[in-house]
């Protein structure tokens, strides 16, 4: 029988800086931006306090949900070295914390939203948290190499999410929106897991490049990338946005295909010699908050 | 101005914190963060009630 006890760390309450890093700040700051932006572009002007606490919410309730990932998590974490410095993997903190702690997050997070703005911003909320934690991390993280491009919907959720706070229902544009991000996903995450393979492999995180290879995971970042391209400008031919928005979208899309062309190209097998795929992880997080930023300047500067 | 310690580097390390004291520590933050985090709770629960009353909710 093994008897299990705790180290000093975990023994003592979780330091609020631990608990702070249980919500992925990083991550957050995205879907944050994201989601304003969503907020912003809808057509209706949303009173700055109800505003704030909209953002506040989706916030919130990404690191909740980032929280109960990790708590999920907690062994995989322990055998990448991108992860294993975590609070939980460190063993900083006791799994049952920040268990308590996300889902008391997630609950917050959904009442104060449902209360501030209205219920079906709370709902969407509610189903992103689930999604992201229940689709996601439990059910097929573990158990397909197509895990990113479902769990992929679960960040795609805070435009839409912004825009129903302030309007109160959903429309063609927020839609597009999201599909701009599920479609983002796959090429985003792929350049990352293809140079962290070993990584994920240690893990036995089934991701794409560990279980068909580098060549098929290049390929499929191209074919990802020519309908998120197609997402990214159709709000301009759709007369959703302006032409602003439609050359930005135009323009930094084309640089995304060009940079995946590269990563198609490239043959190296080893991190050392994927400096195409650390160029596209690297610009793909700049696409989508300039994109974004490009939406809420025709919305603001031309209207 | 401050002198040179001249034992500095001879004399011991402090002994480590004891557990008890890192445990109060911990609480003390932590009960700090979360008066704070409270307070600014009930701002925000009073600005929110006054948006919707203006509204006309």
């Known amino acids: 029988m093994t008897t299990v006890t705790a180290s000093t760390d975990t023994a003592l309450p979780a330091d609020w800086r631990d608990l702070l890093a249980l919500t992925k700040p990083r991550v957050m700051s995205l879907v944050v931006f994201t989601a304003l932006c969503g907020l912003l572009v809808a057509p209706v002007n949303i009173h700055p306090v109800l505003g704030f606490t909209a953002i506040l919410c989706i916030a919130l ?200 062309l590269r990563v198609l190209a490239n043959k190296a097998t080893e991190p050392k010699g994927m400096k195409p795929e650390k160029q596209l992880f690297a610009y793909s997080i700049l696409y989508l908050f300039t994109i974004f930023g490009a939406l809420v300047a025709d919305r603001w500067l031309l209207s | 101005m401050s002198r ?10 402090p002994p480590p914190e004891p557990f008890a004291d890192q445990v109060r520590r911990r609480q003390r933050q932590r009960a700090l963060i979360m008066a704070l985090l409270l307070g600014a709770f009930v701002i925000l629960v009073y600005a929110i009630s006054l948006v919707r009353m203006g509204m006309g909710e």
């Open chain 1, 61 to 260: 309730g990404a690191g909740a949900a980032a929280a109960l990932n990790m708590w999920y998590e907690a062994d995989l974490d322990a055998f990448m070295k991108r992860t294993a410095s975590r609070p939980l993997p460190a063993g900083r903190m006791d799994r049952q914390t920040a268990l308590h702690f996300g889902v008391g997050l997630s609950f917050f997070s959904v009442i104060l939203m449902g209360v501030a703005t209205n219920w079906l911003a709370a709902a969407i909320l509610a189903v992103s948290i689930l999604f992201y934690v229940i689709v996601y991390t439990v059910w097929l993280k573990r158990r397909t190499p197509q895990n990113i491009v479902i769990g992929g919907a679960a960040g795609a959720f805070p435009p839409l999410i912004g825009w129903a706070a302030a309007t109160g229902d959903v429309a063609t544009l927020p839609i597009l929106l999201f599909a701009l991000i599920f479609l983002w996903t796959p090429p985003h995450f792929w350049a990352l897991s293809l140079f962290v393979r070993s990584d994920y492999a240690a893990a036995g995180v089934p991701m794409l490049p560990v279980v068909a290879g580098p060549k098929a995971t290049r390929l499929q970042i191209v074919l990802y990338t020519l309908p998120m391209a197609a997402a990214a400008v159709a709000p301009w031919p759709l007369g959703l946005t302006g032409p602003l928005y439609g050359v930005a979208a135009a323009a930094l899309s084309l640089v995304f295909l060009v940079l995946s």
């Open chain 2, 4 to 13: 040179p310690d001249p034992l500095e580097g001879v004399r011991p390390a």
